[in-house]
């Protein structure tokens, strides 16, 4: 009897058809092929294939590229880590007829000397960067200027070439990166004081580097007779990029 049963069972699974035979059988039921897949993974055709172009190619690219958010300008207010100094711009006689300027930064009381000039000993100086400049390049009196060093030195300059100017602190932002700088507040008003100021006679040189009457100022004296050979002037706007962005950024 136990044969019996055991055979018996054995019929049943015989005929019990397997999930993939019954796929099968229902698709043939249905007047489809057995050897069709149903199951819409098939092959998608490729027509007009150029083995010649790489897959990546983007002609075989789908939609177009996206482009790059163009940066954006606004005004910063600085932290209370970021203690700033006053600042003023410098003129000569050989910059005025494009009306060039340099920009200084300056953290220490300053001292005119008999000399006819005046002695910082914590100053730096500014310059108009190429990378701030936008495409149509600055619009008068909105160049925008960044540190020339971090560290602060010693200079003396002619007390009768610089006028004090109010800047506006600005952060320009590319999206992955930014940058800081400051605009000079009534820039070209400024420069054209500071023109005004300066006799059209006058030679810097006579002034500066002079030691008499301050003999403590040696030292000082060395890097005001370096600092006007730079020649680090910008435009007052005239032209698309200030002259000191090339000096600046190399």
């Known amino acids: 009897d136990h044969e019996a049963d055991d055979d018996g069972e054995g019929e049943e699974e015989q005929t019990e058809e397997s999930p993939a035979r019954q796929r099968r059988s229902n698709a043939a039921a249905d007047g489809a092929s057995p050897s069709v897949r149903t199951s819409g993974r098939e092959r998608k055709s490729v027509s007009n294939f150029d083995p010649s172009k790489p897959v990546d190619s983007p002609s075989l690219k789908k939609g177009p590229r996206s482009k790059k958010p163009e940066p954006t300008v606004a005004p910063y207010t600085p932290t209370d880590k970021e203690i700033f100094g006053k600042f003023f711009v410098q003129v000569e006689n050989e910059w005025r007829e ?22 910082f000993s914590k100053i730096r100086e500014w310059y108009c960067s190429k990378q701030l400049e936008p495409a149509g ?12 060093l971090q560290t602060f030195a010693s200079m003396r300059l002619p007390t009768i070439s610089m006028v004090e100017v109010e800047v506006v602190h600005m952060i320009k932002d590319w999206g992955t990166y930014t940058r800081k700088f400051v605009e000079i507040a009534q820039e070209q008003d400024k420069v054209a004081e500071a023109y005004a100021k300066l006799p059209l006679d006058f030679n ?4 500066e580097g002079d030691d008499a009457g301050d003999p403590e100022d040696d ?15 910008v435009s007052s706007g005239k032209a698309k990029r200030a002259s000191a962005a090339a000096d600046g950024d190399e």
């Open 137 to 148: 390049g600055f619009l008068p009196g909105h160049q925008g200027f960044m540190p020339a």
């Open 204 to 207: 810097s040189g006579t002034v």
């Open 98 to 119: 494009v009306k060039g300027f340099r920009l200084f930064e300056y953290k220490c009381e300053p001292r005119e000397l008999p000399s006819g000039a005046t002695s």
């Open 219 to 233: 030292d000082e004296g060395e890097d005001g007779d370096e600092a006007p050979r730079k020649k680090r002037r």
